[in-house]
């Protein structure tokens, strides 16, 4: 059975306690909330950190 789960390299812009607001450009007019709930996060350096999610919420996020 093939996961349904991808990491997704973004740019993280801001983030609460029940989601982050994520960009895979860097442009924070493009970001996108990810909920907490949906998924796991790996902290890089300077912002960047890969978010491991659903494919179908990236998809429909606009992230891949």
Known sequence: M???LID???Q???ETEKAI???DDGD???AVWLPHSQIEVE????GV???TMPE???IDKGLV
């Open 56 to 58: 179908c919420l990236a």
């Open 8 to 10: 997704v390299t973004v």
């Open 28 to 30: 924070r007019h493009k």
């Open 49 to 51: 950190i890969i978010v």
């Open 2 to 4: 093939k996961s349904d």
């Open 43 to 46: 902290r890089k350096e300077r």
């Open 12 to 14: 993280l812009h801001h």
């Open 21 to 23: 607001l994520v960009s």
